[in-house]
């Protein structure tokens, strides 16, 4: 399974990845949307995982352009971002699932090895 990581934050992304690859998942990274968007346009992914601030706009747009590009792709936000307004946005750009920082890492595994076999 093919992950793109998309985050502003260097560490975070760094170490998300690093945990992503250790259960056996394919990552790449992206540090803002215009680069994002450039790795969904050369590699397949089958998860986005993405933050909503990022440098150069947000994650909502970046998800509704991601699912143009790769229709099948499942979308996770990883945010800070925490009130029921966020996650009804959230929701509405195309995410399939919202987790908020700080997160458990054990519930976002579980939601990927839940995707596992449908990626397949």
Do not use: W
């Amino acid at each position: 399974m093919n992950i793109l990581v998309v985050e502003d934050h260097g560490d975070t992304r760094t170490v998300l990845s690093g945990l992503l690859q250790h259960c056996g998942f394919d990552t790449v990274s992206a540090n803002s949307v215009g680069e994002g968007l450039k790795l969904l346009a050369q590699t397949r992914v089958d998860v986005l995982l993405s933050d909503l601030g990022l440098p150069d706009g947000n994650g909502l747009d970046l998800v509704a352009e991601a699912k143009k590009l790769q229709p099948g792709l499942v979308a996770i936000a990883l945010t800070a971002r925490s009130s029921e307004q966020d996650f009804e946005q959230g929701q509405r750009a195309g995410f399939d699932h919202y987790l908020t920082k700080p997160f458990d890492f054990h519930q976002l595994r579980t939601i990927l090895n839940s995707r596992r076999g449908s990626a397949a």
